[in-house]
């Protein structure tokens, strides 16, 4: 079992940027394909990057790409979101997610496809 805790979000103007932060415990997050989700109020929890284990590809939804950038860095046992370019639109509460397993590289996108889950950080871009 692993534990997520993410950190870093806070309010920032639209054109600034953001490091959001996931450390993990319990277990080497290296194990795992992890990935960032974001939910705005009233709507549903949506893929935004993800990262697989091994060799690490990487992969984004379409609004951020160019902008935000998905990395792991093992020793600390972290997995970072690098937000650029923020737009208010980016306004939600970001969550990362651990999964497992050869049906990430189909089913990244999926929520069901993560099987743990951090408590979410809130990110608020002024306009």
């Known amino acids: 079992q692993v534990q997520l805790v993410e950190s870093g979000g806070g309010l920032v103007q639209a054109g600034g940027s953001l490091r959001l932060s996931c450390a993990a415990s319990g277990r080497t997050v290296s194990r795992y394909h992890m990935g960032w989700f974001r939910q705005a109020p009233g709507k549903e929890r949506e893929f935004v990057s993800a990262i697989s284990s091994g060799p690490g590809y990487t992969y984004y939804e379409d609004s951020v790409k160019g902008r935000f950038t998905i990395s792991r860095d093992n020793a600390k046992n972290t997995v970072y979101l690098q937000m650029n370019s923020l737009k208010h639109e980016d306004t939600a509460a970001y969550y990362c997610?651990?999964?497992?397993?050869?049906?990430?590289?189909?089913?990244?996108?999926?929520?069901?496809?993560?099987?743990?889950w951090g408590q979410g950080t809130q990110v608020t871009v002024s306009s």
């Open positions: 997610a651990a999964a497992w397993g050869p049906s990430f590289y189909t089913d990244y996108l999926r929520t069901g496809n993560y099987g743990y």
